[in-house]
């Protein structure tokens, strides 16, 4: 049901992991809903210079969770702001309808950690 | 690598060979329809006949008490909502419980949009209901009691015979969704005191698409499929010749080798559970640990969620299913586990494993190997995985 696009990056997601002492963390969605992500950024010169996730769900939360990794890393805030849940989802070929959702994760996790830094750094 | 490891028996099972063998000449060229008045036609009704008598044998009932059907989910349909049709003059409430398969539950929801009542009756922690709780439900307008045999995602086995005793004596209709226990557990109606019951022929080893409803004599419920007179007027549709020779078959060979079947599968499923529960921490085991359906197992891992497990599981050819809400498409996780008392996010990472025939040692100490380092690897990409978080305190 998956696209084959969508089970490599669950077979081998990118960027796994936490960043210590990181300048952003992003956490959205609840273990209760089965599904939970936790995105850690280090912010250079107003560049994503790296970004690690922690993904709690299914086959596509994982594979968007990388997905969206890869589209943000070394990218202007500003820019990785602007990423969709559904550019995640178009990147991926696409995702099964009932599974369309999951990629909510994604996005919104990467924004909540860039709005956690821009709190924390608000001159 | 390309070996592939079924234990999913619960979802379907592979069709016996010599089930398949008895189906081919009805599908080729003996497929006379059996409504018909030459002999092409009168050998199919003669065959279905001989299957009728044969199923009814095994479940001691009689032949004209054997409704066959396109499977379970009809059967399940049938007898809640045709007896709620034919019965309504006595009284508009139902009884059945919170872990039925959807089948019946989603039958039940149906009638009580149109103004029935419906109760149903809770469970332990282990899936069982208590026959009593079924007794404290009936009301002088209960006109069905519906509760399965055994369960499809934790295997529980229910108390029929007592809750038949119950139901017996109050005059309530009792339908019994057997689905699940059918070719797995000794089925005879008299005992069981039941009034109705559903098999589906592909669980056990026989073909999709098949099932039967038993009806008990005298029974009124109003039918379901309205068309040509088949099954005496009460279930119209064109008799699947074939697919009735083969259940037959079917139920016959697991009637056959039901004792022997079950001690086997039983111990495959226990040393799965002493290696699986050996090798890997916070693993638990949902579901009652003694009155159970032999080849299941079902656990939950802290940590991780169901979809991701099956996955895996998949890569290394081993086919599972899970109660996730996340293998499903809808957004709550298994009713049965919540029923249980599992909290959602557990119910979340929950893994069912269903044993059959064709199941042996080899696949069940594959499975041992390979899942520890799946854990693992979906542990150390969980969010609520940590070596000293709270989350794995609570446990
Ligand atoms: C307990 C139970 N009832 C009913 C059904 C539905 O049977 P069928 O697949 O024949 O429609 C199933 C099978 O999924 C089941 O496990
Ligand atoms: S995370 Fe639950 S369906 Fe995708």
């Given at each position: 049901?998956?696209?084959?696009?969508?089970?490599?990056?669950?077979?081998?997601?990118?960027?796994?992991?936490?960043?210590?002492n990181a300048?952003?963390?992003?956490?959205?969605?609840?273990?209760?809903?089965?599904?939970?992500?936790?995105?850690?950024?280090?912010v250079?010169?107003?560049?994503?210079?790296?970004?690690?996730?922690?993904?709690?769900?299914?086959?596509?939360?994982?594979?968007?969770s990388?997905?969206?990794?890869?589209?943000?890393?070394?990218?202007?805030?500003?820019?990785?702001?602007?990423?969709?849940?559904?550019?995640?989802?178009?990147?991926?070929?696409?995702?099964?309808?009932?599974?369309?959702?999951?990629?909510n994760?994604?996005?919104?996790?990467?924004?909540a950690?860039?709005?956690?830094?821009?709190?924390?750094?608000?001159? | 690598?390309?070996?592939?490891?079924?234990?999913?028996?619960?979802?379907?099972?592979?069709?016996?060979?010599?089930?398949?063998?008895?189906?081919?000449?009805?599908m080729?060229e003996?497929?006379?329809?059996?409504?018909?008045?030459?002999?092409?036609?009168?050998?199919?009704a003669?065959?279905?006949?001989?299957?009728?008598?044969?199923?009814a044998?095994?479940?001691?009932?009689?032949?004209?008490?054997?409704?066959?059907?396109?499977?379970g989910?009809?059967?399940?349909n049938?007898?809640?909502?045709?007896?709620?049709?034919?019965?309504?003059?006595?009284?508009?409430?139902?009884i059945?419980?919170?872990?039925?398969?959807?089948?019946v539950?989603?039958?039940?929801?149906y009638?009580?949009?149109?103004?029935?009542?419906?109760?149903?009756?809770?469970?332990?922690?282990?899936?069982?209901?208590?026959?009593?709780?079924?007794?404290?439900?009936?009301?002088?307008?209960?006109?069905?009691?519906?509760?399965?045999?055994?369960n499809?995602?934790?295997?529980?086995?229910?108390?029929?015979?007592?809750?038949?005793?119950?139901?017996?004596?109050?005059?309530?209709?009792?339908?019994?969704?057997?689905?699940?226990?059918?070719?797995?557990l000794?089925?005879?109606?008299?005992?069981?005191?039941v009034?109705?019951?559903?098999?589906?022929a592909?669980?056990?080893?026989?073909?999709?698409?098949?099932?039967?409803?038993y009806?008990?004599?005298r029974?009124?419920?109003?039918p379901?499929?309205?068309?040509?007179?088949?099954?005496?007027?009460?279930?119209?549709?064109?008799?699947?010749?074939?697919?009735?020779?083969?259940?037959?078959?079917a139920?016959?060979?697991?009637?056959?080798?039901?004792?022997?079947?079950?001690?086997?599968?039983?111990?495959?499923?226990?040393?799965?559970?002493?290696g699986?529960s050996?090798?890997?921490?916070?693993?638990?085991?949902?579901?009652?640990?003694?009155?159970?359906?032999?080849?299941?197992?079902?656990?939950?891992?802290?940590?991780?969620?169901?979809?991701?497990?099956?996955?895996?599981?998949?890569?290394?050819?081993?086919?599972?299913?899970?109660?996730s809400?996340?293998?499903?498409g809808?957004?709550?996780?298994?009713?049965v586990?919540?029923?249980?008392?599992?909290?959602?996010?557990?119910?979340?990472?929950?893994?069912?494993a269903?044993?059959?025939?064709?199941?042996?040692t080899?696949?069940?100490?594959?499975?041992?190997?390979?899942?520890?380092?799946?854990?693992?690897?979906?542990?150390?990409?969980?969010?609520?995985?940590?070596?000293?978080?709270?989350?794995?305190?609570?446990?």
């Amino acid at each position: 049901m998956y696209s084959e696009l969508v089970m490599e990056h669950f077979r081998n997601p990118r960027n796994i992991g936490v960043i210590e002492n990181a300048d952003g963390v992003g956490e959205v969605g609840n273990p209760q809903c089965g599904d939970m992500m936790r995105i850690t950024i280090k912010v250079k010169d107003d560049i994503l210079e790296d970004i690690k996730f922690q993904t709690l769900g299914c086959g596509a939360a994982v594979a968007t969770s990388s997905m969206v990794t890869e589209m943000a890393k070394g990218k202007k805030l500003d820019e990785a702001m602007d990423i969709t849940n559904q550019a995640v989802a178009e990147a991926l070929g696409g995702l099964p309808p009932a599974k369309m959702h999951c990629s909510n994760l994604a996005a919104d996790g990467l924004q909540a950690a860039i709005k956690d830094y821009r709190a924390r750094h608000k001159a | 690598m390309d070996r592939v490891v079924y234990m999913d028996h619960a979802s379907t099972t592979p069709t016996d060979p010599e089930v398949v063998a008895v189906m081919l000449p009805w599908m080729s060229e003996q497929f006379g329809n059996p409504s018909t008045m030459y002999s092409l036609g009168l050998r199919g009704a003669k065959v279905v006949q001989n299957a009728r008598e044969s199923i009814a044998h095994t479940i001691n009932a009689d032949p004209e008490e054997i409704y066959f059907t396109s499977g379970g989910t009809e059967a399940d349909n049938w007898a809640i909502l045709g007896v709620a049709d034919a019965h309504s003059k006595k009284g508009r409430h139902l009884i059945t419980s919170t872990i039925e398969h959807h089948a019946v539950l989603e039958s039940m929801e149906y009638l009580e949009k149109r103004g029935c009542e419906i109760t149903r009756v809770p469970v332990d922690g282990g899936g069982l209901i208590d026959p009593e709780e079924v007794r404290r439900a009936l009301r002088p307008d209960t006109v069905l009691v519906s509760i399965m045999y055994a369960n499809n995602e934790i295997g529980t086995i229910e108390p029929i015979a007592d809750i038949g005793r119950i139901t017996r004596e109050a005059g309530v209709l009792f339908h019994v969704d057997a689905v699940q226990a059918a070719g797995k557990l000794p089925l005879d109606v008299e005992e069981l005191g039941v009034d109705m019951l559903s098999m589906s022929a592909h669980k056990f080893y026989g073909p999709k698409g098949v099932g039967l409803m038993y009806l008990r004599k005298r029974t009124r419920v109003t039918p379901l499929l309205h068309g040509g007179g088949q099954e005496r007027g009460r279930r119209a549709g064109t008799t699947n010749v074939p697919g009735i020779v083969g259940m037959a078959k079917a139920l016959e060979l697991a009637d056959n080798r039901m004792a022997e079947d079950a001690v086997r599968e039983a111990a495959l499923r226990d040393r799965l559970w002493e290696g699986l529960s050996a090798g890997i921490e916070a693993i638990h085991l949902n579901g009652d640990p003694v009155r159970r359906l032999p080849g299941n197992l079902n656990v939950r891992l802290d940590g991780i969620e169901g979809e991701s497990m099956v996955l895996m599981l998949d890569m290394e050819g081993i086919c599972v299913s899970s109660g996730s809400a996340c293998t499903t498409g809808s957004l709550e996780p298994s009713h049965v586990l919540l029923a249980i008392g599992i909290p959602a996010e557990h119910a979340h990472g929950s893994l069912r494993a269903t044993l059959g025939r064709s199941t042996t040692t080899e696949d069940v100490d594959h499975f041992i190997k390979v899942f520890p380092p799946i854990v693992d690897r979906l542990r150390q990409m969980s969010p609520i995985w940590c070596e000293n978080c709270v989350c794995k305190q609570r446990n």
